[in-house]
């Protein structure tokens, strides 16, 4: 997400009321829907049958029918689902370009990166390769790197569409570009198609030459493009760090330090989780990192960013942007087993478990000395914490997705019972999906761990 973005977060501030549900593909069941339909009632007919025969009438056939236990959806089907609902949702009909409709309809770079993570992750290789063509085709740069805002454009008669300028819609966000260059190589790994990896190689490097830095003599995941030309300090979001990616990254691109980038990543974020940003005791560090930071170039001292938060509270508070850091730290731990990122982990949890309320749901923003920022709750949130909470604490994490999560989905319905916003829908599936233990890491080998 660009810092020109804040004020539009890519997505409802949470709580705000959900938009109308919209019937899935014009109101025409999907095939397979209607041959489960079938199904289902010829199994019942067959149920009914045996009852009445064993059960002595039609009546108790019907009442043993009936206090059977509802059919549970296994979690695979429950991810697919919401998969399936997200694209009905969110990708535009004929272009498949991800459309956040509470923005006015505009697209982000970090929008086409989630949908491509998510469709690789699916095995969903057409729906990869529309999302991925269309972002080349509108938001690729001559330098590899993508603008990161698409949308109606103001000074246009006709209404056309295009980067958004007037936005610095032109800019980068750092974070979206390692998603797709990061989905890209998981893409080349599971569908052996060498295009991938063609793609994400100068996609790779343009992130090194534009968007790392060096801060204090080490390199640094700037927030944008525009930073490096920055001398005094730079700003930075630590919930764009994915050392994950960074190791994957370093593979294909020998000639670049991402190893030196994953070591600076930890020495960083383990000074922000502690360190005091900003004046009060709301900002003092017990492990949450606030969601926008500047760093000077010269020391590496951490300053507040100044900037309003995208769902209350401050900029430094940890909330709609921090909420993604335990999932991404969550993932290096699992696949690399690194035990920097599982201290991370359990210095986070158990500030984030403390705040849940009497229905265990946990809050939209904390400040960063724990307590709650916000009196409200937010799927996002939720989907990003349960990163933390998996690795330390199992039974609050249970707790989150029982609460917060789960009832997200509704069984009959195959979908979310209600249409989420943009960025809830998204981190709804990347919380469940962790928690359910449904990412493989898909770089470690081509068809390795491919579920």
Same mark, same amino acid.
Do not use: C
């Given at each position: 997400?660009s810092?020109?973005?804040?004020d539009?977060?890519?997505?409802?501030?949470?709580?705000?009321?959900?938009?109308?549900?919209?019937?899935?593909?014009?109101?025409r069941?999907p095939r397979?829907?209607?041959?489960?339909?079938?199904?289902?009632?010829?199994?019942l007919?067959?149920v009914?049958? *045996? +009852?009445? &025969? =064993?059960?002595?009438?039609?009546?108790?056939?019907?009442e043993?029918?009936?206090?059977?236990? @509802? %059919?549970?959806?296994?979690d695979?089907?429950?991810?697919?689902?919401?998969w399936?609902?997200?694209?009905?949702?969110?990708?535009e009909?004929?272009?498949r370009?991800?459309?956040d409709?509470?923005?006015?309809?505009?697209?982000t770079s970090?929008?086409?990166?989630y949908?491509m993570?998510?469709?690789?992750?699916?095995?969903?290789?057409?729906?990869?390769?529309?999302?991925?063509?269309?972002a080349?085709d509108?938001?690729?740069r001559?330098d590899?790197l993508?603008?990161?805002?698409?949308?109606?454009?103001?000074?246009?008669?006709?209404?056309?569409?295009?980067?958004?300028?007037?936005?610095?819609?032109?800019?980068?966000?750092?974070d979206?570009?390692?998603? *797709? +260059?990061f &989905? =890209?190589?998981?893409?080349?790994?599971r569908?052996?198609?060498?295009r991938?990896?063609y793609? @994400? %190689?100068?996609?790779?490097?343009?992130?090194?030459?534009?968007?790392?830095?060096?801060?204090a003599?080490?390199?640094?995941l700037?927030a944008?493009?525009?930073?490096?030309?920055?001398t005094?300090?730079?700003?930075?979001?630590?919930?764009?760090?994915?050392p994950y990616?960074?190791?994957?990254?370093?593979?294909?691109?020998?000639?670049?330090?991402?190893?030196?980038?994953?070591?600076?990543?930890?020495?960083?974020?383990?000074?922000?989780s502690?360190?005091?940003?900003?004046?009060?005791?709301?900002?003092?560090?017990?492990g949450?990192?606030?969601d926008?930071?500047r760093?000077?170039r010269?020391?590496?001292?951490?300053l507040?960013?100044?900037?309003a938060?995208?769902?209350?509270?401050?900029?430094?508070?940890?909330?709609?942007?921090?909420l993604?850091?335990p999932?991404?730290?969550s993932l290096?731990?699992?696949?690399?087993g690194?035990?920097?990122a599982?201290?991370?982990?359990?210095?986070?949890?158990?500030?984030?478990?403390a705040?849940?309320d009497?229905?265990g749901?946990?809050?939209a923003?904390?400040?960063?000395?724990?307590?709650?920022?916000v009196?409200?709750t937010?799927?996002?949130?939720?989907?990003?914490?349960?990163?933390a909470?998996?690795a330390?604490?199992?039974?609050?994490?249970?707790?989150?997705?029982?609460t917060?999560?789960?009832?997200?989905?509704?069984?009959?319905?195959r979908?979310?019972?209600?249409r989420?916003?943009y960025?809830?829908?998204?981190?709804?599936w990347?919380?469940t999906?962790?928690?359910?233990?449904?990412?493989p890491n898909?770089n470690?080998?081509?068809?390795?761990?491919?579920?």
């Open positions: 997400m810092v020109d973005h804040l539009s977060a890519g997505g409802p501030p949470p709580g705000a009321p959900p938009l109308e549900a919209e019937p899935r593909g014009g109101g069941p397979r829907r209607l041959l489960r339909g079938a199904a289902l009632a010829m199994a007919v067959l009914l049958g *045996v +009852a009445v &025969a =064993l059960a002595g009438g039609p009546r108790r056939a019907v043993a029918v009936s206090a059977d236990p @509802a %059919l549970a959806q296994s695979r089907t429950m991810l697919e689902d919401l399936l609902g997200y694209r009905d949702d969110f990708l009909e004929g272009s370009r991800t459309v409709p509470v923005d006015g309809g505009i697209t970090e929008g086409q990166s949908t993570m998510r469709a690789v992750w699916s095995d969903d290789q057409q729906t990869f390769d529309e999302s991925w063509q269309w080349k509108n938001l690729q001559p590899g993508l603008s990161w805002r698409f949308g109606p454009l103001t000074d246009d008669p006709d209404g056309a569409y295009g980067v958004q300028t007037d936005r610095g819609g032109q800019n980068t966000a750092s979206a570009d390692v998603d *797709v +260059a &989905a =890209l190589l998981m893409a080349h790994s569908w052996k198609d060498d991938y990896l793609d @994400a %190689l100068p996609l790779v490097s343009a992130i090194w030459q534009a968007e790392v830095v060096e801060v003599g080490r390199p640094v700037v944008n493009d525009l930073e490096r030309n920055d005094s300090s730079v700003l930075v979001n630590p919930s764009y760090f994915a990616a960074f190791r994957a990254f370093a593979h294909v691109d020998p000639e670049h330090d991402w190893d030196g980038l994953v070591d600076n990543t930890y020495t960083v974020l383990e000074q922000l502690t360190e005091q940003v900003g004046d009060g005791p709301e900002a003092a560090g017990t949450l990192v606030p926008w930071v760093l000077d010269e020391t590496g001292q951490a507040p960013a100044d900037l938060a995208t769902s209350g509270g401050s900029g430094t508070d940890f909330g709609y942007e921090g993604r850091l999932w991404r730290l290096d731990h699992l696949w690399h690194e035990p920097r599982l201290a991370l982990l359990q210095q986070q949890a158990p500030v984030l478990a705040a849940r009497d229905a749901e946990l809050p923003v904390y400040q960063r000395d724990g307590q709650r920022a009196d409200y937010s799927v996002a949130m939720a989907g990003g914490a349960i990163g909470l998996d330390a604490d199992p039974s609050a994490a249970d707790e989150v997705y029982r917060q999560l789960r009832p997200q989905y509704d069984a009959d319905l979908r979310t019972p209600e989420l916003g960025y809830d829908a998204n981190w709804l990347f919380g999906a962790l928690h359910l233990g449904a990412l898909l470690t080998s081509p068809g390795s761990d491919v579920p």
